[in-house]
């Protein structure tokens, strides 16, 4: 039988009170974790701890299709768009998140000698937050109210359990979903979610890996990427940043308010994807 002997890293973990950088990888189509678990393992030997979270909503839309369900998606009267979460739908996030992305991503950390543990929002409370009770749909021009959606978002992190693995030298890689007050597992926006573990953890950054170089200044142009965003100009981003691009940029906005230092939105698809991002390579706030 062959097998693959991981390179353990652990022997050069970095020591307890190493800096702390909260990296969330993206759900979408195209992303390769074999370079991004290398990377990650470099940044880990070069002293720092890392706390993985992802997303899953390429996974979430394939599953969905072999399953023979078509993904559902519903826009705010906002114009926000967001996957309808019935009950079959969050099933299908479940096993989509935590035993396909989850698993994957956690595999490929191992093979890279990074010691790995896989964990959802929903263990040990991790995120928590408010099921939203009713969401509003435009449907042909009128507004719907769905009271069945698995959705929500995470309003706090116990990050107990994130210490007790970083402390003993694992990373955690951590997938939606969240648990409302009534212990419901919910739909939630993975990049808030990371921006709210990164202040819980004290992080002094936050990356946001995507299929995208950055934000970019205009929509489909990667050589029109916005370099750098002082807080006080986050604003000015409410033009430029369109879809899914506008809650990174909330959670950008959030992490620094909560105490983070530095966010980068980088991209995944490069060689180096954290590495080049902690360099600078990306959006980066401050
Ligand atoms: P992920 O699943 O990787 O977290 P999302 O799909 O949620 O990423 O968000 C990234 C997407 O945001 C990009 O693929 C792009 O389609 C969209 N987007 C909208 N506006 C912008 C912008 N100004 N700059 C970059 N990407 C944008």
Same mark, same amino acid.
């Not at 759900?27 to 390769?32: K, M, Q, Y």
């Not at 706090?156 to 990050?159: L, Q």
């Not at 995944?268 to 060689?271: E, L, S």
């Given at each position: 039988m062959n097998t693959i002997e991981p390179k353990n890293v652990s022997s050069k973990t970095p020591p307890r009170e190493a800096p702390l950088v909260v990296v969330k990888i993206g759900?979408?189509?195209?992303?390769?974790f074999a370079p991004l678990a290398c990377d990650a393992a470099a940044v880990i030997r070069a002293g720092q701890r890392l706390t993985i979270v992802h997303g899953g909503s390429d996974a979430t839309n394939t599953l969905s299709q072999r399953l023979g369900r078509e993904p559902t998606f519903i826009t705010s009267p906002s114009g926000h768009t967001s996957r309808r979460t019935d009950r079959e739908t969050l099933e299908i996030f479940q096993m989509a998140c935590r035993g396909i992305v989850n698993q994957s991503l956690v595999r490929h950390l191992l093979l890279a000698g990074v010691d790995a543990v896989g964990l959802s929002g929903l263990d040990a409370r991790l995120w928590s937050g408010p099921r939203k009770a009713a969401v509003r749909a435009i449907e042909e021009g009128r507004v719907r109210i769905i009271r069945d959606d698995y959705t929500g978002a995470v309003e706090?992190?116990?990050?107990r359990v994130l210490h007790a693995l970083l402390d003993n030298h694992f990373t955690p890689v951590i997938s939606p979903p969240a648990i409302s007050e009534a212990l419901e597992p919910i739909n939630v926006d993975a990049d808030r979610a990371a921006a709210q573990t990164a202040i819980a953890l004290g992080a002094h950054t936050l990356v946001l890996l995507s299929n &995208? +170089?950055?934000?970019?200044?205009?929509?489909?142009?990667?050589?029109?990427?916005?370099?750098c965003v002082l807080r006080s100009g986050i604003g000015s981003l409410d033009e430029v940043a369109q879809g899914r691009m506008k809650n990174k940029v909330l959670a950008a906005r959030e992490a620094l308010e909560g105490g983070v230092s530095r966010v980068i939105i980088g991209d995944?698809? &490069? +060689?180096h994807p954290l590495s080049m991002a902690l360099e600078g390579a990306g959006t980066v706030f401050a």
């Open positions: 759900g979408a189509a195209g992303i390769d706090r992190v116990d990050p &995208v +170089p950055g934000v970019l200044r205009s929509f489909g142009d990667e050589d029109s990427i916005i370099r995944a698809r &490069v +060689p």
